[in-house]
């Protein structure tokens, strides 16, 4: 019997830092992504945060400008 590895293509990788694969802003986004119909999407616990795997680089951009935007809100709050 031989084994065979399914190899997939991906955009890339973001890990946010802080924020664990079960926090709620997290389940958020990945209601929206699906009900858009995005690109796959995997996520896991990384060493800093969750990291998410995507397929689609629009995706990959489109989280990674919306984690800029709730950084930047928690800088303004906490100065």
Same mark, same amino acid.
Request: charge should be positive; charged fraction near 35%.
């Given at each position: 019997?031989?084994? %065979? !590895? =399914?190899?997939?293509?991906?955009? $890339?990788?973001?890990?946010?830092?802080?924020? $664990? =694969? #079960?926090a709620?802003?997290?389940?958020? &986004?990945?209601?929206?992504?699906?009900? !858009? *119909? $995005?690109g796959?999407? %995997?996520?896991?616990?990384?060493?800093?945060?969750? %990291?998410?795997?995507?397929? *689609?680089?629009? #995706?990959?951009? !489109?989280? =990674?400008? %919306? &984690?800029? !935007?709730?950084?930047? $809100? =928690?800088?303004?709050?906490?100065?």
């Open positions: 019997m031989v084994k %065979r !590895r =399914k190899e997939e293509e991906f955009a $890339g990788v973001l890990e946010f830092e802080g924020l $664990g =694969k #079960d709620p802003e997290l389940a958020s &986004w990945m209601a929206e992504h699906k009900e !858009r *119909n $995005g796959k999407v %995997r996520v896991a616990q990384g060493a800093s945060g969750a %990291r998410v795997i995507f397929s *689609n680089a629009a #995706d990959m951009d !489109r989280w =990674k400008a %919306r &984690w800029e !935007r709730m950084m930047s $809100g =928690k800088r303004t709050i906490a100065a």
